[in-house]
């Protein structure tokens, strides 16, 4: 198979079309360049939200990777049928989805369980959970370093800890920073604004262990600043884009050791005008959220993406007339995690060759709902 041409199916016939497809071996292939980054599969701990499926965490596991991030409790209990040893879900619950996170804790105990906190009314929430089912919970404080989305700023998490500290129904497990913000193509811009950002960090821990107290770890990052906190020896790491990869990363991370191990496949089903292309690849198959273009059409480089709706991407190209209605494209989607969210399962492809299917299990956030 010509690399230039990697994605390209011999059977394309079989492929229904708006399709997501996924290819193993470069998906191992990323994975092995995320432990040669952190030098350690032990330093790293994956987000599944990107891809949600069960093969790619147990390829992972092959190469002892064993705890994983997740965002929300349909990935838990994926996690969990992957029999991993730590779950970090990623995102402070509300009452609701802690009394559920303590339910699985105590149902699987071989497993460690783990969650965020950035905020005292959270914090005894949690410790009043704790101590009526007579459960540890464990936290990470969740630590805002410019990403201003979640998180309690460094200069008021000292406080925040020594109140964790001191609640025998909770432990602290360390922090937690992502900073999804740094996002300079620039690698060296981007390394020391990763260390800027996270020079407050480190005084928070400084004065923290000055007084006495302990921070055993800190997992930092997602996967544009994934190589700058892998700088940093001491930090767990946290990518989850890198299993599949994407235009939007790609551009940022040009030197990037990652490959595309995904596409989508969409077929031309109408020409309205000679130069105009309509194909079966609307905005409930692609992830929408940015301007067009949304994907990038391969072999159709240099095409206008006019419009799109919920069935159609409407394109203009000089060369259209070149093509025929039926004919399949692949297409690289410039934002992998939501694309992925919209189907319930993927072709797989080992060289050139159709394999089975994997599902997509964790698209349901009501999945192991309590009733």
Known sequence: MNEKKWYKIKDEEKLMTPGLVVYPERIKKNIQSMIQLSGDASRLFPHVKTH???????LQQDYGIQSFKCANLGEVQMLI????????????PTEEKALRFLELQKQFPQIFFSTLV???????????LSKERKQKMNLWIDVNNGMNRTGIVPEAAENLYWLLDADSALRFLGFHVYDGHIRPTDLQERIEKCHADFDPVEILVDRIEQKGGVVHDIITGGSPSF????????SKLSPGTTLLWDLN???IWEETPFVHAAVLVTR???????????FDLGHKAVASEMPLPRVKILGLEGAIHERQSEEHLVVRHENADQFKVGELFYALPYHICPTVAKYQKAYTVIKGQLKSFWEIEARDYQTGQLL
Request: with cysteine; glycine share 0%.
């Open 268 to 278: 031309l089903i109408s020409k309205p005008y000679a130069d105009t292309m309509c």
């Open 118 to 128: 950035d905020n005292q009314d959270s914090l005894n929430l949690f410790s009043v």
């Open 81 to 92: 049928d992957c029999e991993v040893k730590h779950i970090l879900l990623a995102i402070q």
């Open 227 to 234: 190589y700058p906190h892998a700088l940093r020896k001491k």
């Open 249 to 251: 990363y790609q551009k």
């Open 52 to 58: 949600k499926m069960k093969e790619i965490v147990r």
